[in-house]
């Protein structure tokens, strides 16, 4: 299973196995995704978004077959834009994250002048980032119909079968169940 492949060892909430629920069950035996699971698919985001911000524009362009055509795409730019978009819609109605999400993440600033810009202490804030990174790792691997997580995925432009897990998460969502995707060898 792809999240006990991608949980932390060491996590005091699931014990490494990404799920909630399974040492403990919760109320109706259901499991939930772990936020360790949903902060390492926003760090493997996000570190794939560092090296296309680093990456030569003109290097990156892709040549893709579709119907006897080809089409150009700047992949790279196209997978900073959805990392940005994707992070400020999904944010928009808390603003202290998405000031957190801005200042820290897309501007490269450090804590210190994170927290004097927005007037929060150091536990605040990283409060605030693990709440950002939980709620964007969940966002990137359920986008639709393209979703940034796996990265791999994103970049080949081949389409691999997708299994279907029916996982809930752990924080209030509107729908209450989330779907989770994930690659398998066809």
């Not at 993440?105 to 927290?115: E, T």
């Not at 940034?148 to 809930?168: A, C, H, I, K």
Request: glycine share 10%; with cysteine.
């Amino acid at each position: 299973m792809v999240m006990k492949r991608i949980a932390l060892d060491g996590c005091f909430r699931c014990g490494g196995t990404g799920e909630l629920g399974r040492r403990r069950p919760i109320l109706d035996g259901a499991t939930k995704t772990c936020s360790c699971v949903l902060r390492h698919i926003f760090r493997e985001c996000f570190n794939r978004y560092l090296y296309c911000r680093d990456v030569r524009v003109e290097c990156c362009v892709e040549r893709i077959r579709s119907g006897g055509g080809y089409v150009a795409g700047f992949k790279t730019v196209e997978y900073m834009a959805d990392f940005q978009n994707v992070g400020l819609r999904t944010l928009a109605e808390s603003s202290v994250e998405t000031s957190v999400f801005r200042f820290h993440f897309l501007f490269g600033a450090d804590w210190k002048l994170c927290c004097r810009k927005l007037g929060m202490d150091r536990g605040e804030f990283f409060h605030a980032v693990y709440r950002v990174e939980d709620r964007l790792g969940w966002a990137f691997c359920n986008l639709k119909p393209y979703a940034l997580w796996p990265v791999r995925e994103y970049f080949t432009g081949q389409r691999m079968y997708l299994r279907e897990m029916d996982l809930q998460h752990t924080s209030a969502h509107p729908t209450g169940t989330r779907r989770f995707f994930y690659a398998t060898a066809a």
